[in-house]
């Protein structure tokens, strides 16, 4: 590789290169202009390789580290979690929950927001039944047929009453009437 100065399908970065490549960051185009045969996605990827200042970093979660995260998301604050992990975004926290629930590690959950409530008896009390049976607001559209009805929050600008009725009866509800006196 050294004596033909090429790598598998690129070039390899010489001293020179990185002189030029730390004269001109974070300037990309000027990057670009002195080193032609660079793409822009190599200047950057090599700026990160040599920790210039602004060049976009990826952070490697080290085993310490993914215990800590596992043992503190189900119960921590969100700024709790944040003071804990400061390199990470909340952005960045949720997905590393994501992935260690896909390997397989259900304790890895954040406990459930109850439902805010519309004000209206009818929607608060398939909202309550709902918390009570573990179903989500996804599920109560399934069981009602109503789209996206209840995931939107379309129930708390006006009742649809065909799908508030769909979704007692699908509850095991009955709707009572009374008049005021």
């Not at 004596?3 to 001109?24: F, I, K, N, Q």
């Not at 390199?87 to 929950?97: K, V, Y």
């Not at 039944?129 to 789209?147: H, K, N, P």
Request: charged share 30%.
């Amino acid at each position: 590789m050294r004596r033909t100065g090429v790598a598998g399908t690129g070039l390899l970065w010489t001293e020179e290169d990185d002189a030029v490549l730390r004269e001109c960051w974070p300037d990309t185009a000027a990057s670009s202009a002195r080193l032609p045969k660079r793409t822009k996605a190599a200047i950057r990827f090599r700026a990160k390789k040599l920790g210039l200042p602004g060049a976009k970093t990826i952070h490697i979660w080290s085993a310490a580290e993914i215990t800590r995260f596992n043992r503190l998301w189900s119960t921590a604050t969100r700024e709790e979690l944040l003071a804990a992990f400061p390199w990470a975004t909340w952005t960045a926290l949720a997905n590393q929950a994501q992935y260690q629930r896909r390997l397989g590690r259900s304790t890895v959950k954040r406990p459930k927001i109850p439902f805010k409530r519309s004000g209206h008896r009818a929607l608060d009390a398939i909202l309550t039944e709902a918390e009570r049976s573990d179903l989500t607001l996804g599920d109560i559209d399934l069981l009602a047929g109503s789209g996206r009805y209840f995931r939107k929050g379309r129930f708390r600008r006006s009742v649809g009453w065909k799908y508030v009725g769909r979704a007692i009866d699908e509850l095991g509800g009955e709707v009572d009437v009374e008049w005021p006196e």
